[in-house]
């Protein structure tokens, strides 16, 4: 293992990809950027990471590119070769300045068993349970793993336009969350296989499902002091006051 980072960049092939992968590979403290992505995308690539992952897409979404975000992620980090790794989202772009000082912030405070996101909702409101942003898994690699050795979901996909009923089908980040909690958690476990009792919007027992996150939240994830992002997809920074008034909070 080498003191250096390995990043696995995954999803599909945005105008701002070729940048994004150009920036982290001038990073000092980076190894490889491995690119994880699609066989469709083959001939739209025009730029040279450290490695290219392809993979077929999968028959379901999954809700939300779900199943998409789990295939890819778990492929990419099958090439990874340093102990702490990065997964990051292809249609974004963290800028050099802030990834120094997210490194320096992950160093100073991992107890070597968490993974830094972006932010953790249902902090101090019970918006939704065991659920980490993501846009940035950074942690040691088998904990990284963790969070993508999962079932493919078989919740629906979503309506467009934000209009998607999450009473009756199921937030992404919760089903990546759950189980990772559910790893440590016999509770967390039960709420797994139960989530419209537990984990939908308006569940009749979500109570239960905050009980045991606001005991076991930080013992899988820890939330990054707010930075500066560039999402592409939406042209437009990470919306911390939009989740923050949902109850997200951040380092």
């Known amino acids: ?64 590119n779900l199943n998409y975000q789990i295939i890819s992620s778990r492929n990419g980090l099958k090439e990874c070769s340093t102990d702490v790794v990065i997964k990051m989202r292809s249609d974004q772009t963290i800028p050099i300045e802030e990834m120094m000082r997210m490194k320096e912030f992950y160093e100073d405070n991992t107890n070597g068993e968490d993974v830094f996101v972006l932010g953790l909702m249902g902090v101090d409101l019970p918006s939704h349970p065991y659920h980490p942003q993501d846009h940035v898994f950074w942690g040691k690699v088998e904990h ?65 499902a905050f009980e045991e996150y606001a005991k076991i939240r930080e013992k899988c994830f820890k939330s990054f002091p707010p930075i500066n992002l560039d999402w592409h997809k939406f042209n437009q920074g990470y919306p911390y006051q939009f989740y923050y008034e949902q109850g997200e909070r951040y380092g």
Do not use: C
């Open 144 to 208: 990284v793993k963790e969070v993508f050795d999962i079932p493919l979901s078989d919740w629906t996909p979503y309506k467009p336009d934000g209009g998607e009923d999450f009473s009756k089908n199921m937030r992404s980040p919760i089903y990546l969350g759950v189980y990772k909690y559910a790893r440590i958690s016999q509770v967390a476990q039960k709420h797994l296989e139960e989530p419209f009792e537990y984990l939908l919007d308006n569940a009749p027992k979500r109570n239960e």
């Open 1 to 64: 293992m080498t003191d250096k980072v390995d990043i696995v960049v995954q999803g599909g092939v945005w105008p701002s990809t070729k940048g994004s992968i150009e920036t982290y590979l001038k990073l000092p403290f980076v190894n490889d950027v491995i690119f994880s992505t699609w066989e469709h995308e083959r001939e739209n690539i025009d730029f040279q990471p450290s490695k290219l992952v392809f993979s077929e897409p999968p028959e379901k979404d999954g809700g939300g």
